[in-house]
């Protein structure tokens, strides 16, 4: 199970960081990955973590802003977020993919579970 929170109203150049608490499974087995979601958009997966943590992507759109990162004891992943801006209003999700160590997982079809969302709202 993941729960994801940490969502809210920021304003535009504002910073956030949320939080994915898993439970169920070992966390340390599982790549992990924030996606977001827009009104009339596509889910698009802006961050992934390997299972260590040691390698980490980023989506184009959020580069040099946000940082993801994880905490195996504490069975958490987090996403900072910084330098806030309109376009990055949108429903974020946690996702886990069971897979090797070292591995990423890039796309979206590749999570087999996901969070709930936290919303997060950027006026400007």
């Known amino acids: 199970q993941l729960q994801a929170s940490g969502g809210g109203l920021v304003q535009a150049g504002g910073s956030l960081r949320l939080s994915c608490a898993a439970s169920g499974r070992p966390f340390s087995d599982y790549a992990m990955g924030w996606s977001r979601q827009a009104p009339g958009k596509e889910r698009e997966l802006v961050a992934v973590i390997s299972r260590g943590g040691t390698v980490k992507l980023y989506a184009d759109s959020v580069k040099g802003r946000f940082t993801i990162s994880r905490d195996n004891v504490k069975n958490t992943m987090y996403l900072r977020m910084s330098g806030l801006k309109p376009e990055d209003t949108a429903v974020y999700y946690c996702?886990?993919?069971?897979?090797?160590?070292?591995?990423?997982?890039?796309?979206?079809?590749?999570?087999?579970?996901w969070g709930q969302g936290t919303q997060v709202t950027v006026s400007s």
């Open positions: 996702a886990a993919a069971q897979t090797v160590s070292g591995a990423v997982v890039r796309d979206t079809v590749g999570y087999e579970y």
